[in-house]
């Protein structure tokens, strides 16, 4: 993203500035160029570009993600019913939330306007910085400034060695620490760390693929959700599947082929100590094949946070609960209903809660045509007595497993061809059973019968299945975000940890005999890793320009340098500290 270059707070020369700037990033405009419309167009753009309004975007994308985590999402699986029950238990505030699409945040107008604009920063900043970054690599290393006594970092002695030979030295030095090199006249520029602006660059691009893959994936993603109990498949289309969420290019059509089977599960809880209760395995074994043909069965385990990938489409195991089997039959004996029905978990215990639709019960004892309705609770683990509690489960493992059953007579209301929620009884045109003048009920362990009052029956509680709860997820830009993340983080760290610098080496041969070397070193930080870059340089280049043994001809000759300079290394056999800054307290 676009950022002001600060220079060095020293007037410096233009040969000078030109050392100073380092950076590849474009400069800010301070207002609007130009005149008219073409102008605050040209501002605004440079505006949008910079790095300040890409913060501010981002900052704002960031709370404007907050509400979809807090609150339920159509998107998200089993979403419509969450949002329902929520919009239930919030009838207040569901109108304005739905006028503000805080239930669908991430395809909303207003999440959807920040996301195109951080786009379109990202782009606007990244192609410029790109090309002229290109053209920095193209380019050789600038020449040494007029005056090296201004630069952060210098060091300089006189020596006998020849001058080009000092150079040459020098060069050769440089390209063995693998600087980029440019020899030319009297100097050697040398440049070093083009891999903190590579970081750079790698950052914004992987941050523009990372909201890419997040743009296709809410574009052409789609979710399902799946309930089975124990020994129960089915085949993922749109008739099969309890619920869907499209979006714009994934529909139903679109829904990748694949059979699943639900074999077993197992769930393991802790059953002694301080986290007693707590969830330890949660197992679903699993056959499935890719495709339409189910003859190629395949065996797979799913685990939490552990999906199996089918196709283009993963399946998460996201529930689990009991699913109690029961039979019941009418006053004659016959048998009207049997199956295994999935009981709803209430609490961490899992005290379940469930019904029992029999809309094909037959006719009454009174005559005429009835249907039947239980509701009740399933209790893994079930205490002695409801005194002072209620029916609830003590543990989620079924260490006592019971079933607690309400009985009702009359009209179910499936046969008027409205929907009705298969874990909730409509109870209006029904009547409750009673038995002694109390409404009648039923504590059953698995393998008890229950007979009904009044002639209608009886109901056994045969055991119990479990049952898991699938997200059939399709997400395609998943693996687009998650490589634009991992590389955004290696170029986070390169253009915080690499340091891109330059090492200037002048030898000039004096008049009266002798050459004078100076060298000297520009960074964009205030590390100390190029005063000792440059220490280590002075000190082997001593092998070939050994320093003279007067000290008075350490110093360079001419004029002192205006502004605060660094006073030369007084040498003896070697350089006391050859890489001391200009000015202690001068900064870049």
Known sequence: MSKTTTEAELPLAPDDAAAERLSTAPVESEGPTGIGVLGWARWMWRQLTSMRVALILLFLLSLAAIPGSLIPQYQNGQGLLKVEAWKTHHTAVAPIYEKLQLFDVYSSVWFSAIYILLFVSLAGCIVPRTWQFVGVLRAQPPTAPRNLTRMPVYAAWRTEADADAVNAAAHRLLRKRRFRTNLAGDSVAAEKGYLREVGNLLFHMSLFALLGGFAWASLASGTGGKLMVEGEGYSNTITQLDDFNGTRFYGTEDLDPFYLKLNGFTAKFQDKGDQIGAARQFTANVEYTAGEDTSKLKQGTIEVNHPLEIGGSKVFLIGHGYAPVITVKNGKGDVVYRGS????????????????????????????????????????????????????????????????????????????????????????????????????????????????????????????????????????????????????????????????????????????????????????????????????????????????????????????????????????????????????????
Do not use: C
């Open 341 to 588: 029905v999935p009981f709803l978990p209430q609490d961490g215990n899992l005290t379940s809660t469930g019904v029992v639709k029999v809309s094909d019960y037959g006719v009454g004892p009174d005559g005429s045509s009835t249907q039947m309705g239980f509701s009740g609770y399933f209790l893994p683990t079930a205490p002695l007595s409801f005194e002072g509690t209620g029916p609830i489960s003590l543990f989620p493992g079924d260490a006592a497993p019971e079933l607690v059953l309400n009985a009702f007579a009359g009209d179910l209301g499936t046969d008027s061809g409205l929907p009705q929620n298969i874990y909730q009884l409509n109870t209006r045109k029904l009547t409750q059973l009673t038995q002694d003048g109390q409404p009648a009920k039923a504590r059953l362990k698995p393998g008890q019968a229950w007979d009904l009052p009044d002639g209608y029956g009886s109901v056994t509680f045969e055991g119990y299945k479990q049952w898991a709860s699938f997200n059939v997820s399709h997400r395609p830009g998943n693996t687009i975000a998650l490589t634009g993340a991992v590389l955004a983080i290696l170029g986070l760290i390169g253009s915080l940890f690499v340091q891109r610098r330059r090492i200037w080496v002048r030898a000039v041969a004096l008049p009266g005999g002798g050459t004078q070397v100076e060298l000297a070193g520009l960074a964009r930080s205030e590390s100390a890793k190029i005063a000792e870059e440059l220490a280590e340089l002075a000190v082997d280049l001593q092998d070939d320009a050994p320093a003279s043994e007067d000290e008075d001809d350490a110093a360079p000759e001419g004029p002192a340098p205006e502004g605060p300079t660094a006073e030369a290394a007084a040498a003896s056999d070697a350089p006391a500290d050859p890489a001391v800054p200009a000015d202690q307290n001068s900064k870049e």
